[in-house]
């Protein structure tokens, strides 16, 4: 069965870390790009890193450059978002989604494969 689970995700203080986990089953993570995004209530969802197929290139949104970090562990099939120095506009949903032999530009991964159902991460005080 193929499936994307995202997990990792709860409530922490402003100036705290999460690490969220986007595990793949039924295809190997390897040979695709995977694109984290995030949706708070009443916003457009919006791309926050993009890490590109075999050669692992990263790129992150502006608004979480320098704080987030994406990776890859091909031996456990799936791909980790470092979260730290969160801030309470860092709140939504995240989700990620795996794009065959996609090769990142910039944050967005604009086509994929499948999608995770999402993970919530809520920063307040």
């Known amino acids: 069965q193929v499936q994307l689970v995202e997990s990792g995700g709860g409530s922490v203080q402003p100036g705290g870390s999460l690490r969220l986990s986007c595990a793949a089953s039924g295809f190997t993570l390897y040979y695709y790009g995977i694109g984290w995004f995030r949706q708070a209530p009443g916003k457009e969802r919006e791309g926050v890193s993009c890490?590109?197929?075999?050669?692992?290139?990263?790129y992150y949104a502006g608004s979480v450059k320098g704080r987030f970090t994406v990776s890859k562990d091909n031996s456990k099939n799936t791909v980790y978002l470092q979260m730290n120095s969160l801030k309470v506009e860092d709140t939504a949903v995240y989700y990620c989604a795996a794009g065959l032999a996609y090769y990142c530009t910039d944050h967005e991964l604009r086509k994929y494969d499948y999608r995770g159902q999402g993970t919530q991460v809520t920063v307040s005080s």
């Open positions: 890490i590109s197929a075999r050669d692992g290139s990263t």
